[in-house]
């Protein structure tokens, strides 16, 4: 049996699907429908817990091979949430002696030096939110190394597509569909990796299942970098309306920071979009070299109609 924790969210919930496409035995867990989940495919068994607490994870975990560590929380609550939340998964890991897969991204490098990145490249992130992520990808390594549990990371950039109901994306899909400006931070001009979330997952699960590839981090950087302009400029086109595309400046995110937190928190992180943000994905395509990622114009496309049967209050809920 497979766990995936924090699967009312885009990526938990695309891993999900995935490994239920794959026939596998999938338990899904979220914190509770408040929190915005989404319908799983039949046959998936559907938990709400608290993934902080170890005892209600545990027993939520009987008897699983693969934890799926996918909870996340608004920025403003990562230093109080994202360390007791690895306390308890890797708690309940090594008594399952279970594999944990702990999809990341690339906050802990901070400024990238060399590009497109390796995943060699210097963990110096000036951040609080990218010295968190290195702190939390540390301790999950030394249990691996250790013996303790099995334990590999999916490395990611920003991702978009179904449920990818953040603050940043989907603004840009509502924009393009009610034909209200969107906004991209920073620069519109700069190159950026994105990648289509049902494809992180399904690298994800690839690097779950290839005992091989544990105990490392893999870069999985989609289809090649767009800027934020074309990004905004596809949706617009798949959408059907004329493209409106603004900037959105430091100054005006820590204005609306004194307001909303989490808009707050994102200053610190606008180096990834005012220089450009690229990954080398080379080791994943030699690792599986089968794979392959959903062209952004095809997973545009997708993304917006998601967004468009959201809108019109046909997506189904999380059931009691």
Known sequence: MQVVIGANKGLGHAIACQL???GREVTAIARGK???AFALP?????????ARDPSALRAACAGASVLYHCANVGYSQWESVHPVLMRSVLQVAQELRAVVVFPGNNYGYGRLQHQPAREDHPLAAQTRKGKLRNR???QLLKAHAEGRIRAVIPRLPDFY????????????????????????????????????VEDAAAAAVRLAENAACHGRAWHVP???????????HMAFAAAGTEPRV?????WLLRIVGLFQADAGELVELLYEFSEPMRLDGSRFAAAHPEFRYTPHAKAVAQTVQWFRTRA?????????
């Open 20 to 22: 239920a496409e794959r």
């Open 34 to 36: 408040a929190e915005g």
């Open 42 to 50: 039949a046959g998936v068994m559907q938990r709400q817990v608290d």
């Open 136 to 138: 939390l990808e540390e």
């Open 161 to 196: 597509g179904p449920r990818c109901v953040n603050g940043l994306m989907a603004p840009i899909f509502e924009g393009a569909l009610s034909g209200r400006k969107a906004l991209w931070p920073a620069s519109l001009d700069q190159p950026h990796d994105l990648v289509f």
């Open 222 to 232: 989609g289809p090649g970098p767009l800027t934020g302009r074309e990004f905004i």
């Open 246 to 250: 603004g900037v959105l400046p430091g």
């Open 312 to 320: 019109a209050g046909s997506e189904v809920r999380w059931s009691e």
